[in-house]
């Protein structure tokens, strides 16, 4: 099953750098001996098995950007899935942005009108770090101003941090054809496992494609022995998806290959290992009374299951 992705925006916006790193296994400082993109570059992903993202890179320069929507505009912008449009947040040309932002619009209204449209303000380390969430939502707003009847979802984006793996893993959710079958199956392992928690993460990419959490986060408080809310990172997910992914490609530089990991602290266990051939899966547990030996044996029992959820075979 194919997908058609559109990637635009203007030269030097960070486009091409975000595709090594999510699909290429880049880190952040090696995108900067990657070239402007030329015209078009069409790559193919496969993801989760039968889902092969179709990605077109499209180069940024004023006369690329005019001959999309002037004589290639029928070809590029026909049969699209996903506009990924990529604003630089310290662009001196915004009004130029916003035009070609319009025209892209105008072209997926008239060819791909059910398309999804996610606008990525990038390199957001630029920005002090009080002024980013003003700055962010100014630029939303003028997006979903321009945008009109049109869904746009925005997401404030950097190589530097998690904030890339949030934004990817949204745009990659709305992709899977089968996702609510497999968020109702997770929800089931999580409660068979007894676990707080269960991400499941893409093998290659390490995106989040989704989790089920079972359990309050609360944690009693030593001091006054009262019972408080303890509020979770809304941005743990994409955090450990990062950390695992850095940890992999470091294996893979000194010539060993990642499979599976073990991390205990006091108060839980984490366990991650592979899923299906194309999944791994994090499992949290805090209940002391729970082996291992028998988190492990849960998901070793899970893996065909899932499989047949990846494969279609189960509706």
Known sequence: MKKKVLLMGKSGSGKTSMRSIIFANYIARDTRRLGATIDIEHSHVRFLGNLVLNLWDCGGQDVFMESYFASQRDQIFRNVEVLIYIFDVESRELDKDLSYFQNSLDAIGANSKDARIFCLIHKMDLVKEGQREEVFRNMESQLKKRAGSLNVSCFATSIWDETL???????????????????????????????????????????????????????????????????????????????????????????????????????????????????????????????????????????????????????
């Open 165 to 315: 793996y949030k934004a990817w893993s949204s745009i990659v959710y709305s992709l899977i054809p089968n996702v609510k079958v497999l968020e109702t199956q997770l929800e089931n392992f999580c409660r068979i496992c007894d676990a707080d928690e269960i991400i499941l993460f893409e093998r290659t990419t390490f995106l989040v494609i989704s989790h089920s959490t079972t359990r309050e986060f609360s944690q009693e408080h030593q001091l006054s022995n009262k019972t408080t809310q303890l509020i979770p990172d809304a941005q743990r997910f994409e955090k450990v998806s990062n950390i695992i992914k850095q940890f992999k490609l470091s294996c893979s530089k000194n010539q060993a290959q990642f499979q599976s990991m073990e991390v205990r602290r006091k108060g839980f266990s984490a366990f991650v290992d592979v899923l299906t051939p194309n999944t791994y899966v994090m499992v949290v547990v805090s209940d002391p009374n729970i082996q291992p030996a028998a988190t492990m044996m849960n998901i070793n029992s899970a893996r065909k299951h899932f499989e047949k959820i990846e494969q279609g075979q189960l509706k």
